[in-house]
């Protein structure tokens, strides 16, 4: 089984010495396929970019797809949304809006299914308020959660729609419980990618995933 990661920042694992949880995940499949002997045989590429968004995984990831798909034997996995919420203060838009951010979904799943059945989404997880809003590095702008779990609340609606496995973050992290394992407001710590992590294992190694 071939795992493919498409994300942002926080998929890619910025600021933890482990990866984050993408990280994490290859490296707990690492293990199952050594010591089985490689009878049960994982794969995993880490697809996140900094910044992404959904318009930037539509436009990319069926590409990065074709050059690792080895017929069925594929998973899809995006984490996306948290960098569409972004929102200008000043000309008072967000980044991607959310009419748009529900059509990107809903062709990601379309063309993913050419793929593969086994497509999965995780939810975006909450920020800290008091550290970006604005943010420092990009001043004109402000992540709040407000906008998070509007965008969070749309996915999770497409993949009701659509039966898509979605894994709802911000309902089994917690916002206030998991602002403290927020490196700068946004980017989780070592804590907070494994507890992303123990909560993405349960869902990605499922009998719909396998």
């Not at 490296?27 to 010591?35: E, F, G, Q, R, V």
Request: charged residues 30%; proline residues 3%.
């Amino acid at each position: 089984m071939i795992y493919l990661v498409f994300g942002d920042s926080i998929t890619y694992g910025n600021w933890d010495l482990e990866g984050g949880w993408v990280g994490r995940l290859r490296k707990y499949l690492d293990h199952i396929s050594i010591n089985s002997n490689f009878e049960r045989y994982y794969e995993i590429y880490n697809l996140g970019v900094s910044g992404d968004t959904s318009r930037g995984v539509l436009e990319r990831f069926e590409r990065e797809t074709k050059v690792r798909f080895e017929k069925d034997e594929i998973t899809l996995v995006f984490a996306i949304g948290i960098n569409d919420s972004l929102f200008f203060n000043a000309e008072k838009h967000f980044k991607v809006t959310p009419e748009e951010f529900s059509e990107n979904a809903k062709k990601i799943i379309e063309i993913s299914r050419e793929y593969t059945p086994r497509i999965l989404f995780i939810g975006l997880t909450p920020v800290d308020e008091q550290k970006v809003d604005p943010i420092p590095w990009r001043p004109e702008s402000s992540y709040k959660n407000e906008y998070i779990e509007k965008y969070n609340q749309l996915l999770k609606e497409i993949c009701q729609v659509e039966k898509v496995v979605f894994i709802n973050l911000l309902e089994k992290l917690g916002v206030d419980n998991f602002v403290d394992n927020l490196i700068d407001g946004v980017h989780p710590n070592s804590e907070g990618h494994q507890k992303i992590f123990e909560i993405a294992i349960k869902s990605l190694l499922s009998d719909s995933c396998l």
